[in-house]
């Protein structure tokens, strides 16, 4: 059974960083992607990025462009995310996810319902 593990949330303040892991196992499939989605109280669940596991090509939402580095160790099957000039927009439940093609999000875009599999989420508060 595939499985995912988030880990790395936290209270930060405005300006600072954070880094997120996600510890896949179970997972052997070269043509997937993990990804990061994040909830905001009241608020619909936003895909921010995601890495394909073969190439390393990577997606990142506009919210995140720029300040979010999205980054995979193969052998350790590891993706993590570091997250820097932190915004207390940012404030949210994070959580990693797959897709078992990672063609899907490419076309379909990184949306809810092509996620194929779900880890826990990891909270994140920046605090202004």
């Known amino acids: 059974d595939v499985q995912l593990q988030a880990s790395g949330g936290g209270l930060v303040q405005a300006g600072g960083s954070l880094r997120l892991s996600c510890a896949a196992s179970?997972?052997?499939?070269?043509?997937?992607?993990i990804g990061w989605f994040r909830q905001a109280p009241g608020k619909e669940r936003e895909g921010i990025s995601y890495?394909?596991?073969?190439?390393?090509?990577?997606y990142y939402a506009d919210s995140v462009k720029g300040r979010f580095t999205i980054s995979s160790d193969i052998a350790k099957n590891t993706v993590n995310l570091q997250m820097s000039n932190l915004k207390p927009e940012d404030t949210a439940v994070y959580y990693c996810?797959?897709?078992?093609?990672?063609?899907?999000?490419?076309?379909?875009?990184?949306?809810?319902?092509?996620?194929?599999?779900w880890g826990q989420g990891t909270l994140v508060t920046v605090s202004s």
């Open positions: 996810a797959a897709v078992r093609y990672r063609s899907n999000w490419f076309r379909g875009g990184l949306t809810s319902f092509l996620v194929d599999w």
């Open positions: 179970g997972f052997t499939f070269a043509d997937s992607a």
């Open positions: 890495i394909s596991l073969s190439d390393s090509n990577t």
